[in-house]
């Protein structure tokens, strides 16, 4: 789009654009093949595995998809770099045996299996990549490779056509040998974006163009292009610290608020997770605004209501409930809680949770929630009913899924339709992957999968990418240029992302087949945060000085650097303000009424916990005893100390009953130790009601009170042995 309106300002007249395409498509038609989702990809790889390994070492889908997904990002790297695949594997498997052998002169059984899964890696690869070639399906790198296999045929048929290359840096060895190959056979121009500081040697940004100038033959006897024109451009920096994301954020609000036009203007998330904050902390005066990252799945309303359903079963079959059908009380109120089935029919639901609440069952079944409303109102919410259900059968549970978001439909209107259709589209997903290869087999691999595509998946944004601000993440900046640029999270282990290398290549394995490491990551951002800040001229660098344990807070190297090359760099600390409220003393005046209302209330009698609130907290007495406002009802899973002092209290009250107005014998004080034990059971179902005393805390709270009354009526005992008398008066 940016590209389109360049070519328009520097031309005159009618005249036909060029064929504008992404790399990624353009390797696409080179090689043939087309990309092959990352899930179905992952649904794919499970095959092979079942295929070429042994029975007795195979592992469930869902353990597999744990590495898997490392080994896929492995190949893709090994393809894309033009690795050989023979003579890297076996490379591998030696580096391995050698780690693993001189720890140990006999390698222990973990140690095989460790080397036989790289023995393993090598012979998956290879299937693999047979099959997705077969089949003209690949992931990204097996494309890269087959285009380098089919470059000669493709050049000799588009002789007559030019290509032109233009916004990159960091090429995988694939990509340079299409460039160089083009380039040698003058079919194609290559114009960088660079300027002089990014070809000298300490700079780690010019780390791959420097590489290109030196390395290609090409460019021993042609011209680098690239723009060598010094641009003079005042600059505006401001380095700002703040503590936490949210002041971050905050403290955008506030720059962007003191903005007027926003056509050149771009906000850069260098953590993308903070989109959602962002987006609720923009001020009124950004009307339009062009979202290049999408929204992420995960961060939608409605996937909470699908991770509470799995949920909801997967505990029913951790705590071993399923023979009784019995769910876990939270989860049932938090599928019953969710405010899209609250769409259906709120009004019943929250009478159902308001029972729930006070029954007081730890463990719940379908049945009997409903009895808790009439037939009536079980009729309409038959769909809520229907979700406590669920067949052994994955292809009915993902039914099932389908058909809530269907029955859904109807009560949601504007973005939430939107969000109900991708939802739609993912369980559609999941159904013909299962239906084509079978790999789901439970509910916890179901819930896997879900999850992983949910992490990956994006709503995308719809803009007008020519006006207003521009809100993206670093990597949507290359090639794009803005007069203000304001940048977040510029921390050490954000930008540059750090070591968290995600493979099984070791470092040095890769150094040596000239694979990517960290150094060559950190270089690709160095190169995209001063390459945007060239033609900028105010710069906002935002980082968080707040450390949170694991050494973060610490700011960039990048803005060290900023701050050596820029002596007059602007340097501030902020903190959001703090606000002393100063709350007025709440006066109740004693009204007749009020009196009344307290006389009554010290005649029925007043317990010693009500007495200490009246003396530490008269208002919230007030509420309670004068009018009558109680806290809401919990469902009481561990015995509360109210309920266990009122326990002990009508236990007491029952043994003692029989001897008022009378004395007290030792015969009387062992009948009452004998009696406790099966009171406390009938006033622990009066007072904890259907809940669960046999195991747990619950058990050792129960074997608490039994041991106070024990240890009373053995004080009562010690009393009458020293020939003392006790008389039970009531007053």
């Known amino acids: 789009m940016f ?29 043939d093949i087309n990309l092959i989702d990352a899930t179905q990809l992952l649904f794919e790889f499970y095959t092979i595995y079942q295929q070429k390994i042994p029975k007795e070492n195979r592992e469930s889908f869902d353990a597999f998809s744990q590495w898997a997904t490392i080994a896929l990002h492995d190949f893709n790297e090994i393809d894309s770099y033009l690795v050989n695949a023979t003579q890297f594997f076996s490379n591998l498997r030696d580096v391995k045996k050698l780690d693993e052998w001189f720890q140990d002169k006999k390698p222990s059984q973990m140690a095989i299996n460790y080397l036989q899964f790289f023995e393993y890696l090598a012979v998956l690869y290879e299937a693999l990549y047979e099959k997705l070639k077969n089949n003209k399906f690949g992931y990204q790198g097996l494309i890269y490779k087959e285009a380098t296999n089919n470059l000669e045929f493709y050049i000799n048929n588009n002789k007559s056509n030019h290509f032109i290359f233009v916004g990159f840096n960091a090429l995988n060895k694939a990509e340079e040998t299409i460039f160089q190959e083009l380039l040698n056979n003058n079919l194609a121009s290559v114009y960088w974006d660079a300027n002089e500081s990014f070809f000298e040697k300490s700079n ?315 150094q060559e990551k950190d270089a690709i951002f160095s190169y995209h945060f001063q390459r945007l800040l060239y033609r900028v001229k105010n710069i906002y660098l935002i980082y968080n000085t707040e450390s949170d344990g694991y050494g973060s807070g610490e700011k960039s190297r990048f803005l060290t650097q900023l701050e050596i090359n820029n002596p007059n760099i602007t340097k501030t600390i902020i903190s959001p303000k703090v606000q002393h409220t100063i709350f007025p003393i709440l006066q109740i005046d004693k009204t007749p009424e009020m009196m009344q209302k307290l006389q009554a209330v010290f005649t029925k009698g007043i317990s010693p916990s009500a007495l200490a609130t009246y003396i530490y907290n008269p208002v919230k007495f007030y509420e309670q005893r004068v009018l009558e406002i109680y806290e809401e009802d919990e469902v009481e899973e561990t015995i509360a100390v109210n309920t266990m002092g009122s326990v002990i209290h009508e236990v007491l009250e029952d043994l003692y009953k029989p001897f008022i107005d009378g004395y007290l014998s030792k015969e009387n004080i062992a009948e009452m130790q004998i009696n406790k034990y099966d009171l406390l059971v009938k006033y622990f179902e009066k007072y904890y009601e259907k809940g669960n005393i046999e195991t747990g805390k619950n058990k050792l709270i129960f074997e608490v009170c039994k041991n106070h009354i024990k240890r009373f009526l053995n004080q009562e005992l010690q009393l009458l042995k020293q020939n003392k008398q006790l008389k039970i008066q009531l007053n």
């Open 204 to 518: 780690e940004a010019g780390f791959f163009l420097r590489k290109y100038k030196r390395e290609w033959a090409y460019y021993q006897k042609n011209l680098f292009l690239w723009d060598n024109n010094e641009i003079s451009i005042q600059k505006n920096i401001n380095l700002i610290g703040a503590p936490k994301n949210i002041t971050q954020i905050k403290y955008v609000g506030e720059l962007l608020s003191n903005i007027e036009n926003f056509s050149k203007t771009a906000l850069v998330l260098a953590d993308e997770n903070l989109l959602t904050l962002t987006l609720n902390s923009l001020p009124n005066n950004v009307k339009n605004i062009n979202i290049t990252m999408g929204y992420p799945l995960k961060d939608i309303p409605l996937s909470n209501l699908f991770d509470a359903l799995f949920k909801l079963h997967l505990n029913q079959h951790k705590f071993n409930k399923e023979a009784e059908q019995l769910f876990y009380y939270k989860d049932v109120l938090s599928v019953l809680n969710n405010p899209f089935l609250n769409k259906l029919n709120g009004s019943i639901l929250q009478k159902l949770i308001a029972k729930i609440k006070s029954k007081n069952s730890i463990f719940l079944s379908a049945d009997m929630l409903k009895k808790y409303i009439s037939a009536n109102e079980v009729t309409q919410i038959s769909t809520v009913f229907s979700l406590f259900y669920f067949s052994t059968s994955i292809k009915e549970v993902i039914k099932r899924c389908i058909d809530l978001i269907n029955a859904l439909k109807n009560h949601t209107e504007g973005v939430e339709k939107e969000y109900l259709y991708r939802f739609f589209t993912i369980f559609q997903q999941l159904q013909t992957l299962n239906a084509t290869y079978n790999h789901i087999t439970d509910l916890k691999s179901l819930n896997l999968f879900y999850t992983q595509i949910l992490r990956t998946e994006k709503l995308s944004f719809q803009g007008e990418p020519m006006q207003g601000l521009q809100l993206m993440g670093m990597l949507e900046t290359r090639a794009l240029d803005f007069e203000t640029v304001i940048i977040t999270s510029v921390n050490e282990g954000i930008l540059p992302g750090g070591k968290n290398d995600f493979s099984f290549i070791p470092y040095d394995v890769k150094k040596y087949f000239g694979l990517p490491t960290y």
């Open 3 to 31: 590209l389109k309106e360049e070519i328009l300002e520097k031309t005159q007249g009618t005249f036909f654009l060029p064929k504008i395409i992404s790399i990624e498509n353009y390797i696409q038609e080179l090689a």
